[in-house]
């Protein structure tokens, strides 16, 4: 059963600071991997979605990497601002059977300080 | 801009009443899901649909019904709900079968239920 493990849990960093939050899985049969932002109370939003054929995917400030071998992805935001807070979220979309759905991690809360 | 609705941000409702919660999209996607959201344990995966009046179990499907009578619409059904029911529940559409940025998941807002 595909397990999704994000690290770290809790990250607090001045603004303007580059930083990269990580992502493991343990199943590589995937399709895909997608990130996510989660606002306190709120719904997801899609930020960057990989391929499993892909290397990596960049959106503005974000660039996200996979590397499906060793089943690892990274988000790298670039000067980081106050309205970067949020819960980032990791989940893969599994091809090696079973429900259709995304697996997810339990994210990481990200502070950024003004 | 696409769009993933649910009927509800905040439900109250009391142990054994039976508990509907609607999501629409209007993407035109074939596929539509439920999960829940706890602390420590993430979102969960309940049940999902590939196309009207098709459904599968997700990971966590006891206690919970589904319908899709229609392509845009897909609710979730608690027969009787329980305190452990109590939770944020987050509904998703996809495009099938696309690639690319066509197999981005969009989520609804959600809805936090209470039960008591």
């Known amino acids: 059963k595909q397990e999704v493990t994000q690290i770290p849990a809790a990250l607090s960093v001045p603004e303007g600071e580059n930083l990269v939050l990580n992502c493991s899985f343990t199943d590589s049969a995937i399709y895909n991997l997608q990130w996510f932002r989660q606002d306190p109370g709120k719904g997801l939003t899609s930020l960057l979605l990989i391929q499993s054929s892909q290397r990596e995917q960049t959106s503005g400030r974000l660039n996200a990497s996979l590397d499906k071998s060793s089943g690892r992805s990274t988000l790298y935001i670039a000067a980081s601002q106050p309205g970067d807070s949020a819960t980032y979220l990791c989940?893969?979309?599994?091809?090696?059977?079973?429900?259709?759905?995304?697996?997810f991690g339990k994210g990481t809360h990200l502070i950024i300080q003004p | 801009d696409v769009k993933v609705t649910q009927s509800s941000r905040y439900l109250v409702k009391r142990t054994g009443e039976k508990v509907f919660l609607e999501c629409v999209q209007d993407m035109d996607h074939e596929n539509m899901f439920w999960y829940r959201q706890d602390p420590g344990l993430g979102l969960r995966l309940i049940y999902f649909s590939y196309d009207v009046k098709m459904k599968e179990k997700g990971d966590i499907p006891e206690g919970y019904s589904v319908s899709r009578e229609k392509k845009e619409r897909f609710s979730l059904i608690l027969e009787s709900a329980s305190t452990n029911q109590t939770s944020m529940y987050l509904c998703?559409?996809?495009?099938?079968?696309?690639?690319?940025?066509?197999?981005?998941?969009?989520f609804g807002p959600g809805t936090r239920l209470t039960v008591l």
């Open positions: 989940a893969v979309r599994s091809s090696g059977g079973g429900a259709d759905g995304l697996t």
């Open positions: 998703a559409s996809r495009h099938s079968g696309g690639a690319g940025v066509t197999d981005t998941q969009y």
